[in-house]
């Protein structure tokens, strides 16, 4: 078996690059050539969810496997933890590729050569994908990573007409190779390792270092990934402004899945590249250190999304705070597998929030992208001082986003609900063991909060609420099916991961026991994996005593909230009223005038002023 | 995988008791404020079953829908919602009604959490100004105040180690909270009127100048739901700390334990009535330092609680 699915990797890429090869001479055919990048990377995606699969369906890691390349040997693996973001990367992209057919023949693109555009489409992909099946930190991981960098900066640029974008996108480019950089001399400098060390190697001369060496190493490595992640404060250099002047087909590509690189970097970082005989001590300290960076990074960067006017930018900061959860989480599950078996369990729920949250915000980040990027392509517009009112317009997309707006926010039984609990309960539940996280915790809480007034801002000023514009103009209409059809499928998939967690669990579980290192040792244990009770309704995490001390069982809130809301609608019919519809009456002109308006930036004012020193802020 | 051990018939007669307490209590327990508020006035005030009255009333007046969009029909029936299904799991008097186990303390703030985005949502699809100023105002009580709430349970998460409602309210005797327990008793004291969004703190409504805020564009049946939420949600905000820092008699009768907490409540809506008749509307800016300083005070409680 290990064997052939290095084999299907290879095809997998070999399709991705012959699709980039051939397309770009197609490209006259506009539509032809999207509909042929579309079938290139649904192909791909299938070879590579296939090889996944059979991963995931194994009985333990599959081998490592050289792959030698002229004179270049790159170590490749691919295990339960890589094929995650395998499929992942797949779903989103070939999703994604099909809405770009209908996507890149809006108004505004129409005078651009989409060249360069479908080679660099599956350039991007592949190099995504390179990326979480290297097994070392200098060839493979260069070839990846200037893939995937080089790549999605020619897209990022794709609208280089406008000086801005060009700006953003350059600014993007060079912080991405100062953070290739930085990963690749930890990768060079660690005695003993050169071009094409597997990293289990490189974990092992870590562990002879001394201690100052090798916490230079280390976070070099974390700073590489961290810058890629979104990290604070190194997100905020590039990520808003790189997101939002993007194609919306490819900020959601950015946005779901390459930040996801990033933090498959951290993790393999801290779980898998620290060795054995690391003082255990030392190892929390990393925990803390992490979990505390993401605790600030979700913190600054959701009070700072709570401020954007520009929808996109609006969900850029938005990843960065959700981001932050994931690296708290991340950190959080690193500092409890030290001394004290303890809060092993509580490093397994940690873990899992990590791992939910990747998954949960990898699918309904992009399908917000994908829902603004439809509002850009009727209305031509971005800007929430201007947007309004198009729930009646374009009802279907609304409905789309209100999902991927309430998943965000962690309204229970959405997806985000479930790995938010997991993180949130996992620090919480530390207590005096670990008292620091308790205050992360609440810090988390706090900040779900802000999510919530950012989206339900970003929804409200969108799809409810008054539009001046197109009150008077009529060709707002609803987006082409062809661009309906894949965010119905993300938001299909979005409420699958809110309603059904246990699934996730147990593609956890298996996660666990395909791969190797600290995480499937400490973890994948029966004694502690079993702490996690799953059934149909959700999950149980069971305390010291066996009885369970923490629960998220989003079917059962479902039906509550059904049950209620007949009860409510029954109330609100039983007096037998009257209905009428009858417009607002505002002394006249407010659909008519936008100064007769409640903008967008005026919402939340006395908020944004008292968080002012958080940055990010945004002139009226 | 562990069983949920199966809901007796007795537990789930206690999810309609809840229902039946909250729902009958909540409108009598508003016309204390009203009439309390009255007689500061100097005026003799309404019956105590005024504010049921009024929902009755509503609940036959005409239903005028001024934009004919989903969001706006559906956010008074989610609104409601959300409040009955907080109801249900609250284990009221010590005992856990059938749906307690299905719902930790984190599902149970953000369950609040919902009823306040449907008010929003709602508010938003109103088309109208000053819903829209209301409903800003609303969303920023609600980033500051949510949290302090959330500290006030998360004491009880601290000493039981557990996130189950049973053990977070009930699970800890009084003198075992210690200081910080002293603490959050003051900062819920404090905290009062924010939580019930009653004067100083009702910015977000602010008859006065915003003529309701978030509900202006609601009458009759879907005005009548946001109502009840609103009286439900208060009677709740009030409940929550008698339950909490207030130790059971321990005399085995359920009623009799349930009959002392319902006496407290009635008084905390007392007190409540006497601060709203007598305090002015903070601006939404003061009350948001306001908010922080508590918000820190909250924090600083946990932290002791932490450490000690």
Redesign the interface.
């Known amino acids: 078996m290990d064997q052939s699915i290095y084999q299907s990797l290879q095809t997998g890429i070999g399709l991705l690059l012959g699709c980039a090869v051939i397309t770009p001479w197609l490209s006259g055919k506009r539509q032809w050539a999207g509909a042929l990048n579309f079938l290139a990377t649904l192909a791909a995606g299938l070879v590579f969810s296939g090889l996944a699969i059979q991963v995931l369906n194994g009985n333990s890691a599959p081998a490592s496997f050289d792959l030698h390349l002229g004179g270049l040997a790159i170590p490749l693996l691919i295990d339960g933890f890589s094929a995650v973001f395998i499929v992942l990367i797949s779903l989103v992209a070939a999703v994604t590729a099909f809405y770009c057919i209908g996507y890149m023949e809006m108004d505004h693109y129409r005078h651009y050569s989409l060249r360069s555009f479908h080679f660099c489409y599956p350039v991007f992909i592949a190099g995504m994908i390179a990326l979480v099946t290297v097994d070392d930190l200098s060839t493979g991981f260069t070839i990846a990573w200037q893939m995937m960098t080089l790549a999605s900066f020619f897209l990022i640029r794709f609208d280089h007409k406008d000086p801005v974008i060009v700006r953003s996108a350059n600014k993007y480019l060079i912080l991405m190779e100062l953070a290739w950089a930085a990963v690749l001399a930890a990768g060079l400098m660690i005695p003993g390792c050169g071009w094409g060390t597997p990293l289990h190697q490189i974990a092992d001369q870590l562990g002879m270092l001394d201690t100052g060496l090798r916490t230079l190493m280390l976070a070099l490595v974390l700073l590489g990934f961290g810058m890629k992640a979104g990290m604070f404060p190194l997100g905020q250099l590039w990520l808003p402004d790189a997101h939002s002047v993007a194609p919306s087909p490819i900020s959601a590509l950015l946005s779901g899945v390459m930040l996801k690189t990033g933090i498959y970097g951290m993790i393999r970082t801290l779980f898998w590249m620290t060795p054995e005989s690391m003082p255990a001590r030392e190892l929390q300290y990393w925990g803390l250190a992490v979990a505390l960076i993401g605790v600030v990074t979700l913190f600054i960067g959701t009070s700072q999304s709570l401020k954007q006017v520009d929808a996109k930018r609006l969900n850029a900061y938005s990843s960065i705070g959700q981001i932050g959860y994931i690296i708290l989480a991340i950190g959080a599950a690193r500092f409890y597998l030290g001394p004290d078996a303890a809060l092993h369990t509580l490093a397994l729920l940690a873990i899992l929030g990590a791992f939910l949250h990747v998954l949960n915000h990898a699918i309904f980040k992009s399908l917000l992208f994908l829902c603004v990027g439809s509002v850009q392509y009727t209305t031509g517009t971005k800007d929430l001082d201007k947007l309004g ?1 198009l ?2 317009l374009m ?1 279907v997309t609304a409905i789309i986003a ?1 999902i991927a707006a ?1 998943a965000v ?4 039984a959405f997806s985000g ?1 479930t790995s938010k ?1 997991a993180i ?2 996992s620090t ?2 530390s ?2 063991a670990a ?1 620091i996280f ?2 992360f915790g ?1 810090v988390a ?2 900040t779900s ?2 999510t ?2 950012t989206y ?1 801002k970003l ?3 969108t ?4 539009g001046v514009e197109w009150n008077e103009k009529n060709n707002v209409h609803e987006v082409s099916k062809a661009m309906l059809a894949p965010k119905a499928i993300l938001a299909a998939v979005c409420l699958l991961q809110g309603f059904f967690p246990w699934l996730f669990v147990a593609l956890f579980g298996r996660v666990l026991a395909t791969s190797e290192g600290t995480l499937s040792q400490a973890l994948g244990t029966p004694a502690v994996f079993d702490t996690l ?3 149909y ?1 959700g999950i ?1 995490f ?3 005593a ?8 989003p079917l ?2 479902v039906a ?2 059904l049950v ?2 007949l ?3 029954w ?14 009456w ?1 002394c006249g002109y ?2 008519l005038n936008n100064a ?3 903008l967008s930036s ?6 944004k ?2 968080m002012k020193w958080t940055g990010g802020n945004v002139r009226a | 995988m562990t069983s949920t051990p199966l809901p007796t018939l007795l537990s789930i007669l206690q999810v309609f008791l809840n229902l039946l307490i909250f729902l009958a209590l909540a409108p009598l327990f508003d016309g204390i404020v009203r009439r309390v508020t009255a007689r500061v006035q100097n005026r003799q005030g309404p019956p105590l079953v005024q504010s049921l009255y009024d929902i009755l009333k509503l609940l036959g007046k005409e239903n005028i829908d001024s934009t004919g969009i989903l969001p706006f029909r559906l956010a008074p029936l989610i609104a409601f919602a959300s409040m009955l299904c907080v109801i249900a799991i609250l284990p009221m008097a010590g005992r856990a009604t059938a749906l307690t186990q299905y719902a930790d303390a984190i599902s149970l703030v953000y369950l609040l959490t919902l009823g306040g985005v449907a008010v929003l949502l709602g508010a938003f699809a109103s088309k109208n100004i000053y819903a829209l100023i209301g409903a800003s105002r609303e969303m920023t009580t609600m980033i500051m105040v949510e949290p302090i709430l959330f500290m006030i349970l998360l004491l009880g998460v601290l000493k039981t180690g557990s996130l189950d409602l049973g053990a977070v309210i009930y699970g800890t005797p009084m003198a075992a909270f210690g200081l910080p327990g002293v603490v959050m008793i003051v900062v819920s004291l404090f905290g009062l009127q924010a939580f019930v969004a009653r004067q100083p703190f009702d910015m977000a409504e602010a008859e006065q100048e915003l003529l309701g805020g978030p509900f202006i564009e609601y009458s009759g049946p879907n005005y009548a739901l946001f109502k009840y939420y609103m009286m439900l949600k208060q009677m709740f905000y009030a409940y929550l700390p008698i339950a909490m820092f207030v130790p059971l008699l321990g005399t085995g009768f359920y009623l009799a334990d349930l009959a002392l907490q319902l006496a407290l409540t009635a008084l905390v809506f007392l007190l409540i009535g006497l601060l709203s008749a007598t305090h002015p509307r903070y601006r939404i800016d003061q009350a948001i330092r306001y908010f922080g300083v508590l918000f820190l005070i909250a924090l600083g409680a946990i932290a002791v609680a932490v450490v000690l």
């Open positions: 009112g729930f009646a009802p209100g309430i926010s962690g309204v229970p609900f609990w949130v309960a919480l539940l207590g005096k008292g308790v205050i609440v809480l706090v909060a802000m919530l007034a339900v929804y409200g000023m799809f409810t609420s008054v009770a799953q059934s309704s149980r069971l305390g010291s066996g009885t369970p001390v923490a629960f998220s069982l059962v809130m509550m909230l209620a809301g009860v409510a609608l109330l609100r019919r039983a007096g037998g009223a009257e209905e009428r519809s009858a417009p607002v505002l407010q659909t007769n308006r409640y005026h919402i939340f004012d006395a908020f002023k008292f």
